[in-house]
């Protein structure tokens, strides 16, 4: 019987890296991203990875801490706002960016997973990011050629799964966490909580797309807006 | 001069919302537009990172680091809520599920193009979900002050910077007035001023040509 | 306050049935099929209909009551086998059929709704169903563009819904159906059960992809091969 | 020369399966594969239609109408089953996430081109998922009889019907013997023959070129 569970990050991560390597990590913002994975990656100090991520953290949380450790070269994300060292990294040319559209990009990462080669969206026709890109004509619109995404590894949050690797994710902690569970040639996730069993009609993210999993030993969950109710609570 | 407030743009943006709607709310003045939601008026909202029907900010206690909007910014569930991934979610967007987004920007044009992401030559941050949105939802509405802070027009013949999406504007709420267009290839048309403000105002601080 | 609820399926269906109109279906061979809804098309008498559905029914069920009934004139599937009329009436070539690869069937019915004008897939190629379709290489592999399906009017068959129209759908009656709700420009979902609540995180088709429903009164769930286990009970 | 039996030919293609797979199995002779996976390997079967997980037919008072397979058999569930829409099922498939598929077939060529989808002439009830697995899945194994009714190879230098795959079958086991290739440049090899069965045997009753 295959074993998916592995007893911390750097068992679970040993084997799968490699300098040069591309990883694509679920996450929107700070919500849902693999805090202990990525502390397992820090401490394996990979380097020259190319990341495929929505975002890119902040200084001290996330992939910043990554960046920040110089590990991460290039980038494949739609929005890095919020982060000092990405921008004195990109501003110097330490590091490649490469910007797509959020839904372009979630996109992507579904078609890697899928074995879509590419797809023809409206998103970003006439603008920067289509250009170079190959155009089509549907019924009279205009559409640009996107290229579905795959990596080397897929790191994710999940909320429960049970052994066999079937996953749930929390709320709008799901974001990009199954679309990168699909995309990655192998795929780690961090997990809040091992239940014995999941409902199959509730089941987020088959079994099929998870080789290897850890509980999550962090969850620190950091809130980048803490916004309150003017109401009395 | 001084024309509406950013609470007045929110609250007529607000009047742009129909029983039934499912919509966007962009970060900043758009985001103020869901507290103006008529009563009796069932306005179901969207958010880019998977999640429909948005509740209200939480109180202290309700606070759930797992429950944020596209701004990153803590809100509550519904009885109605929904969440999904990313991939699904701008499915939505894209398919033309989503009936209007209420949008900021830094420029428009007469041909109703939209640049809202970049300022060449300062650090971009990138174009989030912006360019899904305007590429995707069925009516676009912008909310943005009428003029820069060096008093430039932002209704523009063409615009100046990087575009977001070519020709994807429905209506324009600026704090001076208000216009809008019927089709994408019909032009915009002053349909509105705010108290005080006269069409002569209106004329004078827009680039942009558009029906009176 | 929209109310999503109908009466029945011919007040559901009120107003957006038109003679050579496009019909997308959910259900796998009789599976999770929307019957009563397929009762209701039936009484409007509606003719010239395109239906895209993975199956056309058996004889006296599910679609083959509309075939029967001659009320289709094309239909978009990947597998038409248990149907004699329909047999009759294509090598009769009253019927017109274009056959579609099951998995390319369903992701065009994703891409239709969402947005996406067409995508390369490697299914296919090199046999008929790539004639005359545009080719692809990428990465040195060879892939076919398929197009996304849309449809006037999509109907399927959900197990449990809340009054905004969020829908789950039971055990493997899901099949085509979440895909077919994205693809229409108005979908109709006839629903086993009507709850109060359902979990956020529980859902399978969020609420915005449905704009009418009814409560399923015909529930027959015909099966197809009634297969029992050999083993004492 | 009676060869191997259906059941025999079942069990020979179950060795194939490793502990840990995810497979999917056709309809016909493949189906009975899931009865000889060997006691403690853990092969999970998918099925097309969108459940991952597949258990053994039901007893008269489990019977689900909601719960079926490709083959549209009754089935049951088991306590790590997930259902999912079909979008999401050929994701797996056309993604290379299934390790391996167990297929009919009505010709193979000695470059790995499978026909099993349609005989010119006669009614043609299409390909089903038949073409999405063997563009998708990681490893195709055919299982037919070595020759038709009427006593001509199926495994032939080229195919007479129209192709389902090309280039795409890595393993065949027929009532006779086994052929298998390294990898899809390679050429097809005679691994086996069933028991009673010579090489000779083989070689007059296959058209194609094959290793011996």
């Known amino acids: 019987m295959v074993q ?16 040069g390597m591309t990883i694509v990590a679920g996450g929107f913002g700070l919500c849902g991203i693999p805090e202990t994975l990525i502390d397992g990656l820090l401490a394996a100090g990979t380097t020259g990875i190319t990341a495929i991520s929505n975002n890119a953290g902040v200084d001290d949380f996330g992939l910043g801490l990554l960046l920040r450790n110089r590990q991460i070269v290039r980038m494949i994300s739609s929005y890095v706002g919020e982060n000092k060292e990405f921008e004195r990294q990109y501003l110097a040319g330490e590091l490649e960016l490469e910007f797509c559209p959020q839904g372009t990009l979630a996109e992507r990462m579904r078609a890697g997973g899928a074995g879509i080669a590419g797809f023809y969206t409206r998103t970003g026709v006439g603008t920067l990011l289509a250009e170079g890109k190959e155009l089509k004509e549907f019924d009279g619109e205009t ?13 994710v949050k999940a909320w429960r799964a049970d052994r066999f690797g079937n996953l749930m994710f929390r709320k709008t ?35 099929i797309f998870v080789q290897r999993m850890i509980l999550a030993t962090r969850n620190e969950k950091r809130i980048e807006q803490r916004t309150i109710t003017r109401d009395a609570a | 001069m001084t024309g509406w407030t950013r609470e007045q743009m929110a609250a007529r943006a607000a009047r742009e919302l129909k029983d039934g709607y499912y919509a966007n709310l ?27 029907g948005l509740g209200p900010f939480p109180t202290e206690q309700q606070i ?27 499915a939505m967007i894209r398919g033309g599920h989503i009936d209007a987004s209420i949008l900021g920007a830094m420029e428009v044009s007469q041909d109703g193009d939209l640049s ?43 615009n100046t910077l990087p575009y977001t999406g070519r020709n994807v504007v429905d209506m324009i709420i600026t704090n001076l007035a208000v216009f809008e267009r019927e089709s994408r290839t019909a032009r915009f048309r002053l349909i509105e001023c705010a108290p005080g403000v006269s069409a002569e105002d209106i004329a004078a601080r827009t680039e942009a040509a558009y029906l009176a």
Request: proline share 6%; charged share 20%.
């Open chain 2, 64 to 90: 759930d680091a797992d429950i944020i909007n596209a701004g990153k910014q803590t809100i509550t569930e519904l009885p109605h809520t929904s969440y999904f991934s990313s991939a699904d979610s701008f």
């Open chain 1, 173 to 207: 902690a799901r974001n990009f966490n199954p679309n990168a569970a699909t995309a990655g040639r192998v795929t780690v996730a961090e997990v809040e909580e091992f239940v014995d069993h999941l409902k199959p009609d509730h089941v987020h993210t088959p079994a």
């Open chain 1, 143 to 155: 559409y640009v050629l996107e290229t579905g995404l795959t990596a080397d590894l897929a790191i």
């Open chain 2, 26 to 52: 962009g970060i900043g003045i758009p985001t103020l537009v869901a507290n103006y939601i008529p009563d009796g008026i069932e306005v179901t909202l969207h958010s880019e990172n998977g999640m429909l």
């Open chain 1, 4 to 19: 998916k569970i592995f007893p911390d990050a750097a068992a679970a991560l040993d084997g799968l890296l490699f300098d």
């Open chain 2, 116 to 158: 809202n992401w970049m300022v060449p030559g300062k650090m971009v941050k990138g174009p989030g979900g912006a360019m899904d949105l305007v590429a995707g939802v069925k009516r676009i509405i912008v909310l943005m002050d009428h003029t820069d802070k060096a008093g430039n027009p932002k209704f523009r013949r063409e």
